[in-house]
């Protein structure tokens, strides 16, 4: 089966800090994955960098042909009667660039930080 994303040989840098160096990893429809650790250990940048709303100094991230991505920030606010599903279809359902409906939205892997 075709990795959903996959990154090898990423290299991540801010100023001087090294947040990944040659990381490879391949996430796979099914999948459930859990990122744990302290503030500014690369948590979010590593999710920005599957989801390619961040850059690689260096290594390559792909993800499979037709793949919907869609990433909820972690500093939004919902109700707290919302479960994770409908927290997601309603930022889904007011995101001005999604592509499909939240009705439309099969949940295959969910990263969240």
Not at 5 to 32: C, N, P, R, W, Y
Not at 83 to 112: F, H
């Amino acid at each position: 089966m075709k990795p959903l994303i996959s990154a090898s040989q990423v290299t991540k840098t801010f100023s001087d800090k090294t947040l990944f160096e040659e990381l490879t990893l391949s996430i796979k429809e099914g999948d459930h994955l859990g990122l744990i650790g302290p503030n500014g250990a690369g948590k979010s940048t590593l999710i920005q960098i599957l989801t390619r709303q961040t850059d690689v100094d260096e290594g390559v991230v792909t993800q499979k042909k037709g793949l919907f991505i869609h990433r909820v920030n972690q500093t939004a606010h919902y109700s707290k009667d919302l479960n994770l599903r409908e927290a997601i279809e309603e930022d889904l359902a007011s995101s001005s660039n999604s592509r499909t409906k939240p009705d439309e939205i099969e949940l295959t892997c969910l990263l969240y930080t």
